[in-house]
């Protein structure tokens, strides 16, 4: 069993930054693949970024390249999601998830999911 709890959402204007964290507790040993995946009103959950825990390669989804940045602290089994020149549209709820396979991409390859975190960015 694997707990995650993600931290770090908030309201910020257009233009501000916010950095999420994802805390991963108990048998979270074998897990490979981590990411951050966020939802908005009226849409689908989807793909925002992601990384192999120990390799340390990162994806990202094409509409937060240079703007996000994915990383981790082993020690701290934390994985954090920097948001810079947040967007209106970036308005969702946001998830990190872990998986024991390789399908950064798809939500459905993922074994376990945090609560989600709101974040909210105003005009």
């Known amino acids: 069993q694997v707990q995650l709890v993600e931290s770090g959402g908030g309201l910020v204007q257009a233009g501000g930054s916010l950095r999420l964290s994802c805390t991963a507790s108990?048998?979270?040993?074998?897990?490979?693949?981590v990411g951050w995946f966020r939802q908005a009103p009226g849409k689908e959950r989807e793909f925002v970024a992601g990384t192999r825990w120990t390799a340390g390669s990162t994806y990202y989804a094409d509409f937060v390249k240079g703007r996000f940045t994915i990383s981790r602290d082993n020690a701290k089994n934390t994985l954090y999601l920097q948001m810079n020149s947040l967007k209106p549209e970036d308005t969702a709820v946001y998830y990190c998830?872990?998986?024991?396979?390789?399908?950064?991409?798809?939500?459905?390859?993922?074994?376990?999911w945090g609560q989600g975190t709101q974040v909210t960015v105003s005009a």
């Open positions: 108990g048998r979270s040993f074998s897990l490979y693949s």
């Open positions: 998830a872990a998986q024991r396979g390789l399908s950064l991409y798809s939500g459905n390859a993922y074994d376990y």
